[in-house]
Structures are given as C-alpha cells and as structure tokens.
C-alpha cells in the first residue's frame, strides 16, 4: 500500500513530466520540490498528509534517497538527512538547511510510476533459482547470448537519431560514434533489466548487492 513517500513521489514525476518534456532526466535543487514543484498548501489533498510535519518528514525521506526513489549532490547532503531520518525523533525540516543541493531522480521508477504501476519501488530479492539440469545448458546458453545481441540493435536503432544518445539507467551521454553495447558509465545495456556487473545476473533499482555473486551493483 502507498504511503506518503510513494504519494509524494508519484506527484513529483507527474508534475514534471507534465512541466517540459525531458525533464525527468534533468537534475535540479532540492527547495524546487518543496517551494514550486509539489508545495504543501496545494498539494495537502493529493499526498493525504494529515499535518504539515507529515509532510515534511516525506520530503525528507524523499531527499534521503528512501527506496532509491532519488539522489543528491553533493553525497554528503543526502548522507547526513539519511542519518536524521534513521533518528528517534528525527527534525523533519533538516532538508530546507541545503536548498542548493542536486536532486536527480531515479528513471527507472519514475517511468513505472508514469506507467502507473504502482509497484515502481524497488522489489524485495526474489528466492535464488535451483541451479538448472544439464539439460536445459543448451538452451540457457543460447538465451544468455543473444540478450547482449538485443542490446546492441537498440544502440543501432539510437544512432540514427541526431540527437546525442543517453544511457537510459545512469543518463550519461553515450559515445558519438560506433556500435555500443553497454553503457561505458554504469555498465549497462539501454534497454530490458538491470544487470550485475559482476556476474550479469538480473538485479532492480535500488538493489546494492547481487543476489545472484553477492557483488556490489553500484546502484542506490
């Protein structure tokens, strides 16, 4: 069931996505969320906040990076309100001491949420798979290697557009020329599931370690 912080997210993502096209992948200062994109006195119905303290302390999870719905920089910004948030009494009004701070939002779950899959957090690991007969080698064999050939024909596909390619899960402008795989940044292919770059397991947004290796992914 959705609460505050999964309200107040989904509000965010539509009202930028309704402000400019793009903007989804635009990072900007953290009071924008607070004073124009989603302010309390406009938006009290839409989130269900019974008080402005409630509001508040959703925003503050929010810009802790909660449920990897969100990111800030500098890294010790989003540090130091994760570690209020985990407070017995945490202040809920930290977040309004770093106005300037970047915020960028997760693509991946603002996509679902503008998909209205209400299920756009990160999921729980899934039980680990039993390892498979020797039967079934061939076959995974083949499926294993033709996910990256899938991969490489979307990167095809992008290059005949003018306008420069972006990696669709970490947003960092692709190389100009030549056939692309995987993102030189993150590591990862432009379109279908997160992979670990250790083993090439399927992880989610929002996982920190494989479930597959046990390997850090990188991702927040």
């Keep these: 069931m959705a609460d505050d912080l999964d309200r107040l997210?989904?509000?965010?993502?539509?009202?930028?996505?309704?402000?400019?096209?793009?903007?989804?992948?635009?990072?900007f200062p953290a009071a924008e969320v607070y004073e124009r994109l989603v302010p309390y006195r406009s938006n009290r119905s839409i989130l269900k906040v019974a008080t402005h303290q409630d509001y508040e302390m959703a925003v503050l999870r929010l810009l802790a990076g909660e449920r990897g719905y969100a990111s800030l920089e500098p890294a010790e910004v989003q540090d130091a309100l994760r570690r209020e948030v985990a407070e017995s009494n945490?202040?809920?009004?930290?977040?309004?001491?770093?106005?300037?701070?970047?915020?960028?939002?997760?693509?991946?779950?603002?996509?679902?949420?503008?998909?209205g899959d209400r299920?756009?957090?990160?999921?729980?690991?899934?039980?680990?798979?039993?390892?498979p007969e020797s039967t079934d080698a061939p076959e995974r064999e083949q499926d294993h290697h033709e996910k990256p050939a899938l991969a490489g024909a979307a990167f095809e596909l992008a290059e005949q557009s003018e306008?420069?390619?972006?990696?669709?899960?970490?947003?960092?402008?692709?190389?100009?020329?030549?056939?692309?795989?995987?993102?030189?940044?993150?590591?990862?292919?432009?379109?279908?599931e997160l992979r670990c770059p250790a083993c090439g397991g399927e992880v989610d947004v929002g996982w920190r370690y494989c479930v597959s290796c046990g390997r850090a992914t990188g991702f927040e």
Excluded: H, I, W
């Design 163 to 192: 306008t420069p390619r972006q990696c669709p899960y970490c947003g960092e402008t692709l190389p100009g020329s030549g056939k692309v795989n995987f993102c030189p940044q993150c590591g990862q292919p432009p379109s279908g």
């Design 90 to 115: 945490p202040d809920a009004a930290l977040f309004r001491q770093f106005p300037d701070a970047m915020m960028s939002l997760n693509r991946l779950a603002a996509e679902r949420s503008l998909r």
């Design 9 to 27: 997210f989904e509000r965010l993502v539509s009202v930028l996505a309704d402000d400019a096209p793009g903007r989804l992948a635009v990072p």
């Design 119 to 131: 299920a756009y957090a990160p999921p729980p690991p899934p039980p680990l798979a039993p390892p």
